[in-house]
């Protein structure tokens, strides 16, 4: 029997992220278990989506990433995001409630 595929959906990466770093700085490994847990392990970031989406999401200026020690005492990327990307967020959550609004009506009445 097939596993079910755990993996984000396409396009709602760039949420995840910017979402979970509204609340504190992360790094990538940092990112990846939060939405995992959070997501009550229904969802899965990759490391080979995660870092390509962090590079891209932090060329847009709607993050910003800084060298720390990470809590096992090692240097690591730590994300943070800035005015652009809080404004950005904003914007793709109000995309996600309209795009599963929509989806909901279909699964309603189709």
Partial sequence: MPTPK???????LDLLILKTLEKAPMHGY???SHIQRISEELL????GSLYPALHRI???GWIRA??????NGRQ?????????????????????Q????????????A
């Fill in 6 to 12: 755990t993996d984000v959906l396409q396009g709602t």
């Fill in 30 to 32: 940092g990112i990846a």
């Fill in 44 to 47: 899965r970031v990759e490391e």
């Fill in 58 to 60: 932090e060329q847009t």
């Fill in 66 to 71: 800084e060298w720390k020690l990470s809590e």
């Fill in 76 to 96: 690591a990327k730590f994300y943070h995001l800035t005015r652009t990307g809080l404004k950005q967020l904003q914007a793709e959550e109000e995309r996600w």
């Fill in 98 to 109: 309209k795009l599963t609004r929509g989806v909901s009506k279909i699964l309603r009445f």
